[in-house]
């Protein structure tokens, strides 16, 4: 069984259509693949037609912005209710942060000679929820300023860059509670990567499994054999699952982030979802 639990699509900021990613995670020999864009579950209905289609069994989820001490933490929710309206008003609120974030990082690049309009990053956000910073950085390409996404990140939109702005994220333990109320399952996603290695402490992680937290993302690229060992340590003390993900976004990120790239244990899989 090879099943693969963080995928994102168009309808947050990766290339491939629900339906696509979901041909695409077969053509990989997926048995079971989560669709789990970033704080919007729009793509669930095209994600599980395909999955039929296909002989795929599909995951519902999500990956919801949050913010923890300070820092930056990516949040995983499965199997949910999608209709839970705290939780999608919560929503609401982080996918509405980044739509009023737009404007303020455009004038920011403007005043560095990057001229791109709002029209401009529509144009490359299309079928997604809101328009992220991967939306900006596809139009700065388009418009011929860098040459692939990740450039952006390497001096403008990454959180030292020079056209950054913060937005709206929700609070990490609130989130927590959030995707429980709503008959989900929570995973904290690649816990040590990008400043969150510096609050996700084995504590932090403690209190985190008081709240109801399920498992933790720990086979991701963003991980070396030290962060994936400790880790591991961390989650067999808790009782917490252990997952392991691609973190696909189709041409968005390097294919170091293929789909199957990281794989989850069938049995952790059965604990977690079973
Ligand atoms: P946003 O939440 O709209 O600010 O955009 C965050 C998304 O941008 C993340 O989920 C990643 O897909 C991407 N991203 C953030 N930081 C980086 C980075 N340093 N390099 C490449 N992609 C990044
Ligand atoms: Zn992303
Ligand atoms: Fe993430
Ligand atoms: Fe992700």
């Not at 990516?74 to 209709?83: C, E, I, K």
């Not at 963003?222 to 392991?244: E, I, M, N, S, W």
């Amino acid at each position: 069984m090879r099943i693969d639990l963080h995928t994102h699509s168009n309808r947050s900021d990766g290339t491939d259509t629900p339906a696509e990613l979901v041909v695409n995670a077969a053509l990989a020999g997926l048995d079971v693949v989560a669709l789990t864009d970033h704080d919007a579950t729009t793509g669930w209905d095209e994600a599980r037609a395909a999955g039929e289609r296909e002989g795929v069994v599909v995951v519902p989820g999500i990956e919801i912005s949050t913010t923890f001490h300070g820092e930056s933490v990516h949040l995983l929710g499965y199997a949910f209710d999608p209709a839970h309206p705290p939780l999608v008003e919560e929503l609401e609120r982080v996918l509405g942060g980044r739509d009023q974030r737009l404007p303020r990082i455009l004038a920011r690049l403007a005043e560095h000679g990057i001229d791109i309009t709002e029209e401009d990053v529509a144009l490359q956000s299309g079928a997604a929820a809101a328009s992220g910073r991967p939306h900006i950085a596809d139009a700065m390409v388009a418009k011929g300023y860098i040459g692939h996404r990740d450039e952006a990140f390497q001096g403008w939109l990454n959180s030292r860059g020079r056209a950054y702005v913060e937005r709206y994220a929700a609070p990490l333990l609130g989130a927590v509670r959030l995707l429980k109320d709503a008959g989900g399952q929570a995973v904290v996603a690649h816990p040590w990567s990008r400043g969150s290695d510096r609050v996700l402490t084995a504590d932090a992680f403690e209190e985190l499994a008081a709240l109801g937290l399920d498992g933790i993302e720990v086979d991701h690229v963003d991980h070396d054999d030290v962060a994936r060992r400790g880790l591991r340590d961390v989650a067999r003390a808790l009782d917490l699952v252990v997952t392991g993900s691609s973190d696909y976004h189709g041409t968005g990120k390097s294919s170091a982030f293929h789909l199957g790239a990281n794989l989850t244990d069938p049995g952790e899989y059965e604990r977690l979802l079973g």
